[in-house]
């Protein structure tokens, strides 16, 4: 988009021509490798975490004038971008606080433009302290039977979570992925509880006999390490995402159980959002686009979607 003669590119898909490429956060879909002249917009977290997963932002900042950064809550660094108060950009956005994430903050815009992943009406989270006490009830159960469980999200968020959530249980292996992105997480005073560090290329015969906890990545179930935790020590495949509200999910991943702890907004959180920043227009972008557009459309905003993502950003300004 185009604000005075300077153009801004939101979470580019690729190369971009633009004085100012903004990056809302380290997932690698995300990532972005920064046009000659062009500077990147993105927290130091963003920044260092972007390093340590091998990505290079180059130069980046985080202050620019006329441009305001807001803390998200999707992950650690994670930020939506307004710019003036002509538009706002959520990047991943959720809507509750979450051990040391906060939620997305919101302020006015004309124009917002919105990720709605879990834009449809049956995808409500339930309260994350449930969730936690039911997955506990869940370990605890294992672990009387000496089985080890193995708790599978993104390394980079999710598995953070994870790791606040369930430290209590001993003892407590970190995937090498995870470990890496707990390491910067502590440099920015997030210090999870240590634990013993479990790197697959040395397969399942490194670990001990259950039980035990692990934090790891999603495991393919056609993986060979997961056949090994399986057949060797009985472990207990659990993942965590919001798609976990759908029956069917668990068997889908091949996990034994699923869980929806989200780094997303649920659906009534998106309205949440929509209505605090209290657009003229919303332009809704990934998952339920076009029904979450709809929804709004028929309580009073204008909506709709962003369906050619990176181009309409710059276009949307012309057309209104
Ligand atoms: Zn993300």
Redesign the pocket.
């Known amino acids: 988009m185009d604000y005075g003669s300077t153009r801004f590119v939101l979470d580019p898909k690729g190369a971009s021509r633009s004085d100012y490429a903004f990056v809302s ?1 380290a ?1 690698i ?2 990532m972005h490798k920064p046009t000659r002249n062009e500077k990147v917009i993105a927290s130091k977290e963003t920044a260092d975490l972007a390093k340590a997963r091998g990505y290079d932002l180059g130069m980046t900042t985080d202050q620019v004038e006329g441009v305001e950064l807001l803390d998200s809550g ?2 650690l660094g ?1 930020r939506a971008i307004r710019i003036a108060d002509e538009v706002y950009y959520t990047g ?1 956005a959720s809507g509750r606080e979450r051990a040391f994430l906060g939620k997305c903050k919101t302020r006015r815009a004309r124009i917002l433009i919105m990720e709605t992943t879990y834009g449809s009406p049956e995808y409500v989270f339930p309260q994350t302290a449930k969730l936690v006490r039911d997955v506990n009830r869940l370990i605890g159960s294992a672990f009387d039977r000496g089985r080890p469980v193995v708790l599978m999200g993104y390394p980079l ?1 999710k598995a953070q979570l994870l790791a606040y959530f369930f430290s209590s249980w001993e003892p407590l292996f970190y995937h090498s992925s995870v470990a890496a992105m707990n390491k910067v997480h502590a440099d920015y005073g997030v210090c999870l509880k240590g634990g013993r560090e479990f790197d697959p290329a040395e397969g399942a015969d490194s670990l001990p006999g259950g039980p035990w906890v692990m934090v790891s990545p999603m495991l393919s179930n056609r993986s060979h390490l997961t056949a090994q935790l399986k057949a060797k020590h009985g472990a207990l495949l659990v993942a965590f995402s919001g798609w976990a509200v759908r029956g069917g999910y668990s068997r889908s991943l091949g996990a034994d159980y699923s869980f929806p702890l989200s ?1 997303h907004c649920d659906y009534p959180e998106l309205v949440k959002l929509v209505e605090a920043v209290s657009p003229e227009v919303v332009y809704t972008t990934h998952g339920f686009a076009a029904e979450f557009a709809r929804d709004l459309r028929r309580i009073g905003f204008s909506a709709r979607t962003l369906s050619a993502y990176q181009s309409s950003l710059f276009d949307y300004s012309k057309g209104d």
């Open positions: 956060h997932h879909d995300h999707h992950i994670s991943d968020g780094d």
